[in-house]
């Protein structure tokens, strides 16, 4: 089934976010049915950096690959503002396509650039037409009708509400296949949102623990009227919770005995990557070999 095909089918798809190949096996492993690469997540991750506009294109397409390689899931990428112009835009689509194949989905947002995380203060944004040039580049760009373009506007917090809806307009008479409407700030402003384009476009929600917009259950969303849920940074602020109490007891015991409970052992990391099976495989070419 098609990432587009899903979304016209209940329920509410549920991606989580990841940032490498290890939670995509995981996420996988636990059932979703598709993934959300986070630019915050790798820019928290690989650079140890907030997220306002650090992480390149090359980096992304790198995640995505390594990605792609473990899971066949439908992945939706967070491409920030396509990293330029138009003309980067075409660019940044036709770099995610080779890299992450099909059963995808291509992000792209209204800032400026550098730009930075849609919940935090102090965003700025280009004119509507501007984005309206960057998504018919994303559209004339990608090698399959497959791969969705998500247009993503951070214009609530700069604008006020009616005029982000009015760019989401826009941006979905230029070809956007779904919307994402950043930072609502309220139950009311999400209702408002998706009563305007109710059987028009799938409708994306952002929930960011210690955001600006409600964080609300997946069922609840579905019952608003939302056709997609991410969780975009999640995994990284539950590991960076656990990575401090492993570091902190094992600076304090001079051990990891009391976190072993916590913690996957050596088979049990090996059973999730896949070594018995990769020792097998070359075991086999081994043989052949003599």
């Known amino acids: 089934m098609t990432l587009r095909e899903r979304l016209r089918r209940k329920p509410i798809l549920l991606a989580p976010g990841v940032y490498d190949a290890l939670g995509a096996l995981l996420a996988g492993q636990a059932g979703f049915e598709a993934l959300y690469l986070s630019g915050a997540g790798i820019a928290y991750t690989r650079l140890g950096r907030p997220d306002i506009g650090l992480v390149t294109a090359s980096e992304v397409e790198n995640a995505l690959a390594n990605i792609r390689e473990r899971v066949a899931l439908p992945i939706i990428v967070d491409a920030d503002t396509g990293y330029g112009n138009a003309l980067n835009v075409a660019r ?19 800032q400026v650039t550098p730009k930075r995380c849609g919940h935090l203060d102090g965003k700025s944004v280009v004119s509507a037409g501007e984005m309206v040039g960057k998504i018919r580049a994303a559209l004339d760009a990608r090698a399959s009708a497959e791969t969705l373009i998500v247009a993503r506007s951070d214009a609530v917090a700069v604008e006020g509400l009616g005029p982000a809806l009015d760019r989401a307009e826009r941006y979905l008479e230029a070809g956007a296949d779904v919307l ?26 952002n929930m960011v623990e210690g955001g600006k917009t409600p964080l609300l259950p997946a069922a609840e969303l579905e019952a608003l009227g939302y056709a997609i849920v991410i969780f975009p940074g999640g995994l990284a602020r ?53």
Not at 103 to 108: H, K, Y
Not at 183 to 188: D, G, K
Not at 238 to 264: I, N, P, Q
Request: hydrophobic letters at 45%.
């Open 92 to 110: 940044t689509v036709r770099m995610l396509e080779r890299a992450g194949g099909e059963n995808l989905a291509i992000q792209i947002e209204d």
């Open 180 to 205: 994402f409407i950043e930072a609502l700030r309220s139950a009311e402003e999400m209702k408002v949102a998706l009563a305007r384009f109710a059987g028009r476009a799938p409708l994306l929600a």
């Open 238 to 290: 539950a590991l960076g919770h656990a990575a401090r109490e492993y570091f902190a007891t094992l600076k304090r015991d001079g051990t990891t005995t009391a976190l072993r409970e916590r913690m996957l052992d050596l088979t049990g990391i090996n059973a999730i990557v896949g070594t018995p099976e990769m020792l097998a495989l070359g075991k086999r070419y081994d043989e052949e070999r003599k």
